[in-house]
């Protein structure tokens, strides 16, 4: 879910001390312990400063929380609030429309996060249905099995003696006796549910046909026009900037990317960029929703989210190692993707009937998505010692626990140990 709220006229610099502190401990802090919600696989907040549109028009100051979780948004924000009532005070007390003080009821705390709950024009999950109790007891399983192999002497013995001495070493264990069966999968409804889901969107485009396939040449000459027009300039983000993001960065396996730009103006840009975020956010959902983003499986979660009226857009991610393999990643697989999407921002190189060029021109690249990075003050990862492949490793070796599997296949799945 994303919350986005104005910050009050002169709160900026209070709220970003708060911030600043929570960041600290992001866990376990004393004014919102993130630690403390159960289906919070990440968490963040941070605060965009004021600034000006391309007209020239005042843009607030913005407070962010965003979290990726299980389960209902109604649940999850019912959570927050009753973990930390008194710190949420303090933070949202900085923000237009929050009581500047007193005592607030539980109910307006809702009433006020729900009403500033804004919906993501796409979001990316490593894999859907995979919950956070789940990644931390399988993630516990294997660190057992693994204590268990290094105090045994399995020198010389078969790959299915081994697998069997495994299986009952699980099974003897009463807290650990739950793996022997298979994860949990969707049932039929759950089943059904979904592929209705996934027809809805291509039906949709089918019913528009007679109009979008007509629109299609006029779109692409428009878009070019814009693209002729377009003015890029390679400019680095300054040292005091690189700095303070270096800060927060490589503290554990994962890193938070969160990045503000303005959308170029003009209705073809507008069309552009709502249209291929919907369909990202199809294939995210439907097509890439199983460790790989075409290719790249060092993504925990993402989303993209509009602000201030369409003018502005967040991306926000959670990553695996550095930010320059990260970028590098996406820059050898899925740089039409990049450019789909990032090129209808103010400042993306140049790109050439929307996908080619941009992100391939590797530096001015890197310089932009640096330059419109923003800090992360305030961080949570509920797992920040594994990565997606340690996650998904930890699932197999779950699943190898049950059902028939031939020499190889076991040769296979003890090299995941």
């Not at 007193?102 to 024009?121: Q, T």
């Not at 369409?310 to 990643?329: C, P, Q, V, W």
Request: hydrophobic letters at 40%; aromatic letters at 8%.
């Amino acid at each position: 879910m994303t919350i986005v709220a104005d910050v009050k006229p002169r709160h900026g610099a209070g709220l970003k001390r708060l911030l600043t502190k929570m960041g600290q401990d992001a866990a376990g802090n004393d004014v919102v312990p993130l630690g403390e919600l159960s289906t919070a696989h990440f968490a963040r907040m941070l605060m965009l400063d004021p600034t000006k549109d391309l007209d020239g028009n005042p843009l607030p100051a913005h407070f962010l929380y965003m979290s990726d979780i299980d389960g209902s948004v109604e649940e999850h924000l019912e959570e927050l609030v009753d973990i930390a009532p008194d710190g949420l005070d303090q933070v949202l007390r900085h923000c237009e429309g929050y009581p500047a003080r007193g005592k607030v009821a539980r109910d307006d705390r809702l009433e006020f996060l729900s009403a500033h709950a804004v919906k993501a024009g796409a979001e990316y999950v490593n894999t859907v249905g995979r919950t956070l109790a789940q990644v931390r007891d399988e993630a516990h399983l294997r660190a057992e099995i693994q204590d268990f192999l290094d105090s045994g002497d399995f020198e010389g013995v078969e790959p299915e003696a081994a697998r069997d001495a495994i299986r009952r070493f699980v099974q003897a264990r009463e807290d650990l006796r739950w793996a022997i069966e298979p994860a949990p999968s969707p049932g039929p409804a759950q089943r059904a549910a979904e592929l209705v889901q996934a027809l809805g969107f291509p039906l949709e485009l089918l019913a528009l046909a007679p109009v979008i396939v007509p629109a299609l040449p006029v779109w692409a000459l428009l878009l070019r026009l814009h693209e002729l027009r377009d003015k890029a300039r390679t400019i680095p983000p300054s040292d005091t900037h690189d700095r303070e993001l270096a800060a927060l960065e490589d503290f554990t396996a994962q890193n938070p990317f969160s990045a503000v730009g303005e959308r170029k103006p003009g209705l073809t840009r507008l069309v552009t960029a709502a249209s291929i975020l919907r369909l990202v956010d199809y294939g995210a959902r439907y097509i890439f929703n199983n460790g790989s983003l075409t290719g790249v499986k060092t993504i925990h979660f993402a989303r993209w989210v509009f602000l201030d009226d369409t003018r502005r857009m967040i991306f926000a991610s959670s990553y695996d190692g550095s930010l320059e393999s990260y970028m590098d990643d996406f820059i050898n697989q899925v740089w039409w993707g990049l450019n789909a999407v990032f090129s209808n921002g103010v400042g993306f190189p140049r790109t050439s009937w929307l996908v080619f060029g941009g992100s391939q021109n590797e530096q001015p690249f890197k310089d932009y998505l640096r330059r419109h990075e923003v800090p992360t003050q305030v961080w949570y990862s509920a797992y920040d010692e594994l990565t997606a492949i340690n996650i998904d490793n930890n699932a197999q070796i779950r699943a190898g626990l049950s059902g028939e599997m031939s020499r190889e296949e076991t040769e296979a799945w003890l090299l995941l140990l």
